[in-house]
């Protein structure tokens, strides 16, 4: 058993026997029933917020304008809570509501303003000056599992060193330590150990320390600047490949010069794909002029390049009309050749289905990702229906054509997949702990815009729905704190090591909204790609932090201390 040197605990975080949260409600006050709606947000601290649900609406009024403006919460005597709030268009009303656990609700009334609840109702807790509330941390663990933990992961012990050594002799220090993280996830982590120190061992030293200090998984944040959709692949012989969504900032919001290239990035590391890193090489494989004489976009969004069976493959979404845009659908680009750079790439066409009648491919489709699971290889992609865009998974004969039936895997159910348009959209896979892991994003793209998850046993029929289980909430939302908004349509890389999953996921370094009059998303060359670490909770979920923060917010905390003994 390792000894382990305990960090002090950040108070962001919940602490160990901690028994109480506060939670406080709000509105977004857009003007609209969906931002209107009641919020929550909790803290443990009372400074550091954390927004349930994706910072989306939990309870939405029936009564009245449907609409909330300042709500409050009051706790009643018999343990039930309060929610007390004004009509957002009607002042001479107000919304009153009960829950014992901020998951269901009861009673709901929409009354005169005038109407004396606080005399009336046997009140025991007022809301605080911040509008908060302190509440069982019982409660806050039930909202968890239904609304999200989205926390910061961050260092909690580091391994303490012991090294012998022989009088005369240089101590031989080891090249990784084990570290603990506050969701439990221990890992080995590589050290750069100060070796001047050292020279302070003298023949008449009995015990010396030494300190190094840990190496972070940190990158350029953006890392790639203009790119949504990244996609980053790292081949047998550790070359890292990335691509995405190109978007042309000397042009931004003009339509016709966004989505035009598929452009191919190499590095020997993963650190090498980055901007301005002078260590990579890229290559435009594919292009499509402006369609609708040269007036819109050909919208070639989303690629992801594989290697299939010996074979380099590119799948990418298009539009198959001259005329719209929006009659896209998933195709695929093959090359034979050794080097996808240099070697020349053949269209394959639009991907198809060999079953007849089949859904696949029959309406707006994109999105596409590809897997191999036990020898078969299955193709996942987004598709509306009714105009609802849904999760779709089939099996396939070749790297462009399904050969089974497509089976719909996520369907838009929750707040935080409905803001602006119903959409699940980008699935990516990771395999981690005998389960297979899907993300998707869901919402329009703006600043509400997440990533969801399903998962399923590596052992189940991953064409039968029931195999999969979805959560209830988003698992990585933006980051007011770090700045990081809007984030999704992910993928998934290893560290140039091996020993680290991270994601790559696209973002934007502003908060903006679907409501704002001068926004214009789809065109925004403002979504740039980023790389963050994923950590793996104890219960073998993937746990994916917070956008851009550090593994530790004191630097003291990533020093080692090795004590050298001399005998």
Excluded at 214 to 234: C, G, Q, S
Excluded at 296 to 321: F, N, Q, R
Excluded at 413 to 441: C, M, N, Q, R
């Amino acid at each position: 058993m390792k000894n382990m040197h305990i960090l002090p605990w950040d108070d962001s975080l919940c602490r160990k026997g901690q028994k109480t949260a506060w939670l406080r409600p709000y509105t977004l006050d857009w003007n609209n029933p969906e931002s209107d709606s009641l919020h929550l947000e909790y803290s443990y601290n009372g400074s550091d917020w954390y927004q349930l649900n994706g910072n989306n609406g939990i309870w939405f009024p029936d009564f009245g304008s449907k609409r909330l403006h300042s709500p409050s919460i009051y706790q009643l005597i018999n343990g039930t809570y309060l929610i007390a709030a004004s009509d957002a268009v009607y002042e001479s009303s107000m919304h009153l509501v009960c829950t014992t656990d901020f998951i269901h609700y009861t009673g709901a009334v929409c009354t005169g303003r005038d109407y004396e609840f606080e005399q009336l109702y046997p009140i025991t807790q007022k809301p605080a000056p911040n509008g908060a509330v302190e509440i069982p941390m019982e409660i806050l663990s039930e909202l968890q599992k239904n609304y999200g933990k989205p926390e910061p992961v961050l260092l909690h012990a580091v391994e303490e060193v012991h090294i012998t050594a022989k009088p005369g002799e240089k101590p031989s220090f080891p090249e990784r330590v084990t570290v603990e993280y506050t969701n439990g996830m221990q890992e080995e982590r590589k050290v750069r150990w100060n070796l001047s120190e050292t020279d302070r061992i003298t023949k008449d030293c009995q015990t010396c320390e030494v300190t190094g200090r840990l190496e972070e998984t940190r990158f350029p944040n953006p890392f790639i600047y203009h790119r949504a959709d990244p996609f980053i692949y790292k081949h047998t012989d550790g070359m890292y490949y990335f691509t995405a969504s190109h978007t042309d900032m000397e042009h931004n919001l003009d339509g016709k010069y966004q989505y035009l290239y598929i452009i191919l990035r190499r590095a020997s590391t993963l650190g090498g794909l980055a901007d301005g890193s002078g260590a990579y090489e890229e290559k435009v494989v594919y292009e499509r002029r402006p369609i609708a004489g040269g007036t819109l976009s050909p919208h070639i969004w989303a690629p992801e390049i594989h290697y299939i069976d010996g074979k380099w493959y590119i799948y990418y979404t298009t539009t198959i009309s001259e005329e719209s845009s929006w009659r896209i659908r998933p195709h695929c680009l093959e090359c034979k050749d050794r080097d996808p750079l240099t070697g020349t790439w053949e269209q394959k066409g639009p991907v198809v289905t060999e079953v007849k009648g089949d859904i696949a491919f029959t309406d707006f489709s994109l999105d596409h990702t590809h897997f191999e699971h036990k020898g078969k290889h299955y193709f996942l992609w987004a598709q509306k229906t009714n105009n609802i865009s849904d999760i779709f998974i089939a099996q396939l004969s070749n790297p462009w054509t399904l050969c089974t039936p497509a089976v719909r895997l996520s369907h838009p159910e929750y707040a935080w997949e409905l803001h602006g348009f119903p959409v699940d959209e980008g699935p990516g896979i990771i395999k981690h702990g005998g389960k297979i892991f899907l993300t998707f994003s869901g919402s329009g793209t703006d600043a509400l815009y997440c990533v969801g998850l399903l998962y399923a046993d590596e052992n189940a029929d991953l064409l039968d729905a029931a195999s999969w289980k979805k959560l209830p909430f988003p698992v990585f939302q933006s980051g007011r704190a770090t700045g990081q908004f809007g984030l999704g349509h992910n993928s998934f890389t290893k560290s140039d090591d091996d020993t680290e999953d991270l994601i790559i996921y696209h973002g934007r370094q502003e908060e903006r909204y679907l409501v704002d009059e001068d926004y214009q998303p789809l065109y925004d060359a403002g979504r740039n790609a980023s790389v963050g670490k994923i950590f793996w909770d104890e219960d073998g979920m993937p746990n994916f932090s917070v956008p851009s923060e550090r593994i530790a917010r004191r630097e003291e905390d990533l020093t080692v201390r090795a004590v050298i003994t001399i005998k």
